[in-house]
């Protein structure tokens, strides 16, 4: 492939929204009351149609036949490149809040970077993908503030969400090889930079949500080389279900 | 009030009524028009929620990311006609907590073909295209009924539907047109839900209890039996565009009536499923019951926030 790092760049970025929103799609009809429900499907929603946009341009890159779907669907679990965060289970509501809001600040950042791009398909799509990001990464700050500023009951959830799911938060700040490529070309985000101001919003919002900012220093990563929890097996079994079982077809 | 100015009060109603007037949340109303309302609506309401999941089932799984979106789409629209469904019902008096609680107990009901499994991706297209279309034929007219709020949520509600079911039936048809599999397929998931359908339509002239007080409120406007062969006459048809096969050897077209004649429907099936007996009216009870429940504490700390918020604010001002 001519755009190797391009067609990679593209992957490490689409795969957080894919794995994210099949998970966000899990909870859909079963949401702790009506109007929760309908905007975890939003965001799912939202995340595939980011996917689209992305696979569509890889497919264009690979030039090999590939589609979008077949890009989504039909690799192996060492070819995901999503990082761990997104593919951890929905526990309770904390958790998939709590996941969310740690992803949403850091898709948020990356994003109004990625609008810079050189790569003018990428900022079109980073551009698109603001708004709707921005208002995800409100709807969850703003559950992480209810739960955590809410009953003893929901703070103590809220703690062990937030305790359990940061050890996955660092990784978003490794570069792969094709990271350190784009940004060479000006068409990648260094996403090293953006670790600080991250960490400080996290930390913001937890603050009011009197949840205490987690100290540990021990935290986990390989999702981007495709080294993942033992949960993705059983994720990509449901979303690829279909292309498997009925090859080569069209729907 | 004497029972003469109640009977005054009555005549005036039913004239409004006549006179095609919309009845709106404020006005004075019989006790039974109220009660009649709350029961249908909030049944029409619990059926848009339960209906989420026979869908949901598949959003896993779909076999594209184009279907995968549109089948997010529509089961997030479904939502969407509950929570408008439930705010029109809840001007007449009861709340949403009560209602849940009338679902949960099963002392409400909802559209029986929601207990039927979804177990093939052709499912999502014979439901978009068999039970939207039903539910259309059953709905359209009630975008006219008397009750305000009940036709204006239906005007809405009836648009996506239409939507809805020109999803399905081009589901149904992208896999008629494709390999072998997929067209079995396909004939597989109408032969399972053809009949469900047809009951959707509610039973027989002859048994139905509530249709001649519904024709005078337009909450009804023509009889279950005259909506069943409407759908029947629509669908018969576009099977046969698409190659499929009704499952019903007796289906024949009546050149004199100008309709099909069909054969029985098994109405065992259908009451056994109505009293609560179906393949999945257990599942589908247990997956609203326990989203709920597990839903308490996430409910519990949505209101004490917003309680601290606002005496913090009440703190602030003084």
New interface residues.
């Given amino acids: 492939m001519k755009n190797e790092n391009l067609y990679n760049y593209i992957l490490g970025i689409a795969d957080n929204s894919l794995i994210l929103g099949q998970r966000m799609g899990e909870l859909c009809g079963h949401g702790p009351s009506l109007e929760t429900d309908i905007a975890c499907t939003n965001i799912s929603l939202d995340l595939f149609g980011q996917v689209r946009s992305y696979f569509q341009y890889a497919s264009k890159i690979a030039g090999d036949g590939r589609t979008e779907d077949d890009i989504a669907m039909l690799r192996k679990e060492r070819e995901y490149k999503n990082v761990l965060l997104v593919e951890q289970p929905n526990t309770d509501f904390a958790y998939t809040l709590g996941r969310q809001f740690l992803f949403d600040v850091y898709h948020l950042a990356f994003l109004k970077e990625l609008q810079k791009s050189t790569d003018l398909t990428l900022s079109a799509i980073a551009n698109k993908c603001v708004k709707e990001v921005s208002y995800h990464e409100r709807f969850s700050s703003d559950w992480v503030k209810r739960l955590g500023d809410g009953t003893s009951e929901s703070k103590e959830k809220m703690q062990e969400a937030i305790n359990d799911l940061w050890t996955y938060t660092d990784e978003f700040f490794h570069q792969t090889d094709a990271d350190k490529a784009m940004v060479v070309e000006g068409i990648g985000v260094d996403v090293t930079k953006l670790k600080d101001s991250y960490y400080k919003e996290v930390s913001q919002v937890l603050e009011e949500a009197t949840i205490q900012v987690p100290e540990s220093k021990y935290f986990q990563k390989g999702g981007k080389q495709g080294i993942h929890t033992e949960h993705l097996g059983y994720l990509l079994s449901d979303l690829q279900y279909m292309q498997r079982t009925y090859p080569n077809m069209e729907w | 009030m004497s029972e003469e100015q109640i009977r005054s009060l009555e005549r005036q109603f039913d004239e409004r009524i006549a006179r095609d007037e919309k009845i709106e949340p404020k006005d004075w109303m019989p006790d039974k028009y109220r009660k009649t309302h709350i029961r249908q609506m909030s049944q029409h309401a619990h059926s848009e929620?339960v209906g989420?999941?026979p869908e949901?089932n598949w959003?896993?799984?779909?076999?594209?990311?184009?279907?995968?979106?549109a089948l997010?789409?529509k089961?997030?629209d479904e939502?969407?006609h509950?929570?408008y469904l439930?705010s029109a019902t809840e001007t007449l008096g009861i709340s949403r907590e009560e209602m849940y609680e009338q679902l949960h107990t099963g002392k409400a009901k909802y559209s029986s073909i929601f207990n039927y499994p979804t177990i093939t991706?052709a499912d999502m297209g014979a439901i978009g295209w068999l039970v939207d279309g039903a539910a259309i034929i059953n709905q359209v007219p009630l975008c006219n009924t008397s009750y305000g709020p009940y036709a204006r949520a239906m005007i809405r509600v009836c648009k996506e539907e239409s939507f809805h079911q020109r999803q399905g039936f081009e589901?149904m048809m992208?896999?008629a047109n494709?390999?072998p599999?997929?067209k079995e397929m396909a004939q597989d998931a109408l032969n399972r839900w053809w009949w469900p359908s047809l009951m959707m339509l509610g039973p027989t002239d002859d048994v139905s209890v509530h249709t001649e007080q519904s024709m005078k409120w337009k909450l009804k406007r023509k009889s279950n039996d005259d909506l069943r062969q409407q759908f029947i006459d629509q669908t018969v048809p576009q099977a046969e565009l698409i190659g499929l096969t009704i499952p019903d050897p007796d289906l024949k077209w009546n050149e004199e009536r100008g309709s099909y004649d069909f054969g029985e429907i098994d109405w065992d099936e259908f009451w056994q499923v109505v009293k609560g007996h179906g393949p999945m009216n257990k599942e589908r009870m247990k997956?609203r019951v326990?989203?709920?429940e597990?839903?308490?504490?996430?409910?519990?700390?949505?209101m004490?926030?917003a309680e601290?918020k606002r005496n913090r604010k009440e703190k602030k001002a003084v």
Avoid: C, F, N
């Fill in positions: 929620i989420m999941l949901g959003i896993t799984r779909a076999p594209s990311l184009r279907r995968k979106v997010l789409a089961v997030q939502a969407g509950g929570l439930y991706w589901i992208k896999l494709g390999t599999e997929q997956a326990g989203a709920w597990r839903g308490k504490w996430v409910r519990d700390a949505a004490a926030h601290k």
